[in-house]
T-cell receptor, first 111, second 114 residues
Framework: DAKTTQPNSMESNEEEPVHLPCNHS???????IHWYRQLPSQGPEYVIH???SNVNNRMASLAIAEDRKSSTLILHRATLRDAAVYYC????????????FGTGTRLTVIP | EAQVTQNPRYLITVTGKKLTVTCSQN?????MSWYRQDPGLGLRQIYY???????DKGDVPEGYKVSRKEKRNFPLILESPSPNQTSLYFC?????????????FGSGTRLTVV
């Protein structure tokens, strides 16, 4: 299974944009890029996913490199509630295979 | 409210005493899955189910059983719990199809086996 590489931790000031990077250099042509986050003492929460084109939803934006070897999750205005561990995960076409969470990026939001 | 409900939230038990952690979803999802989360190891899949009466092993199935007799329920059974099964467990569900949203996770069950 193709794996992803993320920084262990990042910090952001409150109300500023955050760009969380993810490298997936061995991604296959049919792999989808999913992002989940896990807030303290909660289960993981789906954030966004995409295949080739950039995606936007109410929570975040996903920017996918043209060669698909990397992607960036963008939180437009970080709030204290966004402090969490963010996971970048590759999935097959069904999105239902084993989600390999890895260690993710721990985002700290500074008031 | 659309959700995945796990019970109990916390459980302390003794080695060898059979237990069941229940998981129920109200979204008519086909896919359901169990994960365990351990410090330094992240989340690892135990078992998953693609639909009623269809289950398969994940990465760490040893010591666990599951069943999927109804679409909404996916219980996790520990026939003879051991201390190495002390962990935080999450149930998750997802609707079939690649273009739909991702998994919805429950709030977790913290299990301690002494």
């Amino acid at each position: 299974d193709a794996k992803t590489t993320q920084p262990n931790s990042m910090e952001s000031n409150e109300e500023e944009p955050v760009h969380l990077p993810c490298n997936h250099s061995t991604i296959s042509g049919t792999d989808y890029i999913h992002w989940y986050r896990q807030l303290p003492s909660q289960g993981p929460e789906y954030v966004i996913h995409g295949l080739t084109s950039n995606v936007n939803n109410r929570m975040a934006s996903l920017a996918i490199a043209e060669d698909r070897k990397s992607s960036t999750l963008i939180l437009h205005r970080a709030t204290l509630r966004d402090a969490a561990v963010y996971y970048c995960i590759l999935t097959d076409q069904t999105g239902a295979n084993n989600l390999f969470f890895g260690t993710g990026t721990r985002l700290t939001v500074i008031p | 409210e659309a959700q995945v409900t796990q019970n109990p939230r916390y459980l302390i038990t003794v080695t060898g005493k059979k237990l069941t952690v229940t998981c129920s979803q109200n979204m008519n999802h086909e896919y359901m899955s169990w994960y365990r989360q351990d410090p330094g190891l992240g989340l690892r899949q135990i078992y998953y189910s693609m639909n009623v009466e269809v289950t398969d092993k994940g990465d760490v199935p040893e010591g666990y059983k599951v069943s999927r007799k109804e679409k909404r329920n996916f219980p996790l059974i520990l026939e003879s719990p051991s201390p190495n099964q002390t962990s935080l467990y999450f149930c998750a569900s997802k609707v079939r199809g690649a273009t739909n949203y991702g998994y919805t996770f429950g709030s977790g069950t913290r299990l301690t086996v002494v």
